[in-house]
């Protein structure tokens, strides 16, 4: 399938509370790292299907929400296009480590959704 959902993740107002409860509702590995001028960022391995992570929230005053990734070639050309749809892009391009990059639109409707490139294949 072109562009899969690849990574979902949770920005919560409570990394402790959430991980308690997701470890005791769903069968998921949480493992913990430091990510450097961030804090701690928690990746959810699931086995089979889509992966994701869980984070402090980086807004302040918005509530704990969801965020799904879709999987992009080129990740400037589809933030473009999108923009030319009728997105609002929210960020354009920020690098994550040696994993990839990744940008966040809100599409006409909307809803928000992330746009992943992964420099690991």
């Known amino acids: 399938?072109?562009?899969p959902f690849v990574h979902v993740e949770l920005q919560t107002t409570d990394l402790k509370k959430a991980r308690d409860f997701y470890s005791k509702l769903f069968d998921w590995k949480l493992e913990d790292s430091q990510v450097p001028g961030f804090g701690t960022y928690t990746m959810i391995g699931v086995g089979e299907g889509t992966a994701g992570g869980m984070m402090p929230a980086q807004t302040p005053g918005v509530p704990s929400h969801w965020l799904a990734?879709?999987?992009v070639?080129?990740?400037a050309?589809?933030?473009k296009k999108a923009k030319d749809l009728?997105?609002?892009v929210l960020i354009d391009s920020m690098a994550v480590a040696d994993?990839?990059?990744f940008s966040i639109i809100t599409?006409?409707?909307g809803a928000t959704l992330g746009l992943w490139q992964s420099t690991r294949k």
């Open 107 to 109: 599409d006409p409707t």
């Open 77 to 79: 050309s589809s933030t």
């Open 1 to 3: 399938m072109a562009n």
């Open 99 to 101: 994993m990839g990059k």
């Open 69 to 71: 990734y879709v999987d």
């Open 73 to 75: 070639s080129d990740l």
């Open 86 to 88: 009728g997105a609002k």
